[in-house]
C-alpha cells in the first residue's frame, strides 16, 4: 500500500476515555506531521517529527501526546478530552525538511467526536 | 517569515464558468507554492506546485496558477468549473525551515 494511511477513520469517544489515533505512511519520508481542523477555522499544526524526533509542539494541551517509534508510524495518544476537541485529525509526511519542493503527502484524517 | 492570505473564504460560481481563487504570498527568499485541494471528509489532495521552474503551472483536473513574483501573487484558475471542483482549496507556502505554511482555505461552490 502506497500514501499515508489513518486509523480510525472516524472515532467517537467519551471525556473519560483513552484511545489513540494511528498513521502510517510507505513512502520513504523522514518528517511527519499532525494536523487539526475543526470547522470554520484554519488547519492547525500540532505536532512536527522529523527522523524520529519531535522538533515542533505548538502549544498543544497535554491531553494529546504524540509518538513516533519509527520514521514510517506516528500515533496521537488521546486521553480526558473536551467536546471542543471534537475535529479531523490529519496525519502529512514529507521528506526531511529540507526538501522543500517536494511538500506533503496528506492522510484521510480521523473524524474525532468527543461526547 | 513567510505567509498565505486566501482572498475570499467563499466562492461560488456557475458550472461552465472561469473559476478564480486568489492567493497572495509573503516570503523574504524565493517560494515554493503549493495549492491542495480538499472534498469532504477527506484529507488535503496536492493539486500543483511551483517550484521556480516554469511560472505557469498546470495540474490535475484542468486546474493551473501562476507565479506572479511582481504582484507575490499564485492565483489558481480553471476555464470551466464542474460540479465535481467543489471542495475547499487550500494555498500554502514553504518556509525556510521547509514546513508549509497553509492560507485560511477558500471553499468553492458550483452551481449547476
Known amino acids: 500500500e502506497t500514501g499515508v494511511t489513518q486509523t480510525p477513520r472516524h472515532l467517537v469517544m467519551g471525556m473519560t476515555n483513552k484511545k489513540s489515533l494511528k498513521c502510517e505512511q510507505h513512502?520513504?519520508?523522514?518528517?511527519m506531521y499532525w494536523y487539526k481542523q475543526s470547522a470554520k477555522k484554519p488547519l492547525e499544526l500540532m505536532f512536527v517529527?522529523?527522523?524520529?524526533?519531535?522538533?515542533e509542539n505548538n502549544s498543544v494541551p497535554s491531553r494529546f501526546s504524540p509518538e513516533c517509534p519509527n520514521s514510517s508510524h506516528l500515533f496521537l495518544h488521546l486521553h480526558t478530552l473536551q467536546p471542543e476537541d471534537s475535529a479531523l485529525y490529519l496525519c502529512?509526511?514529507?521528506?526531511?525538511?529540507?526538501?522543500?519542493?517536494?511538500?506533503?503527502?496528506f492522510g484521510s484524517g480521523t473524524r474525532l467526536t468527543v461526547v | 517569515a513567510q505567509s498565505v492570505t486566501q482572498l475570499g473564504s467563499h466562492v461560488s460560481v456557475s458550472e461552465g464558468a472561469l473559476v478564480l481563487l486568489r492567493c497572495n504570498y509573503s516570503?523574504?527568499?524565493?517560494?515554493?507554492l503549493f495549492w491542495y485541494v480538499q472534498y469532504p471528509n477527506q484529507g488535503l489532495q496536492l493539486l500543483l506546485k511551483?517550484?521556480?521552474?516554469?511560472?505557469l503551472v498546470k495540474g490535475i483536473n484542468g486546474f493551473e496558477a501562476e507565479f506572479k513574483k511582481s504582484e507575490t501573487s499564485f492565483h489558481l484558475t480553471k476555464p470551466s468549473a464542474h460540479m465535481s471542483d467543489a471542495a475547499e482549496y487550500f494555498c500554502a507556502v514553504n518556509n525556510q525551515g521547509g514546513k508549509l505554511i497553509f492560507g485560511q482555505g477558500t471553499e468553492l461552490s458550483v452551481k449547476p
Open positions: 516570503s523574504s527568499v524565493p517560494p515554493y
Open positions: 502529512a509526511s514529507s521528506q526531511a525538511a529540507r526538501e522543500k519542493a517536494l511538500g506533503y503527502t
Open positions: 511551483y517550484t521556480s521552474a516554469a511560472t
Open positions: 513512502l520513504g519520508h523522514n518528517a
Open positions: 517529527y522529523n527522523f524520529k524526533e519531535q522538533t
